[in-house]
């Protein structure tokens, strides 16, 4: 191998050793459910899910997601889940 090729090598080593240094993120809906049950939570959480995803079926793709999360937290919001805004969490 060439000095060009071995260093194409190391340099793309580096860069796949220094990519697991670095922390990811994610961003989380954040909400106060107040005295409600786990269990009614649980359930609530998986009613307005079901609901946006079905009201946003026929978006236009590039704004379903954004769509579904707005009809998602009006559903909460309706069944007493206030909304506390988004945060991001490390991603392991």
Sequence with gaps: MNSI???CLT???LL??????????ETRLQFD????PPERWERVRKECR???????ASAH????GYIEEELYIQCLDLKGV??????QVAVE
């Design 16 to 25: 796949l050793m220094l990519g697991g240094c670095f922390q990811r993120y």
């Design 61 to 64: 793709v590039n704004i379903a």
């Design 5 to 7: 090729s071995w260093r």
């Design 82 to 87: 206030k909304y506390k805004g988004k945060i």
């Design 33 to 36: 459910t107040g005295d409600m």
């Design 50 to 56: 079901y609901e946006a995803a079905k009201a946003s």
């Design 11 to 13: 340099c793309s080593i």
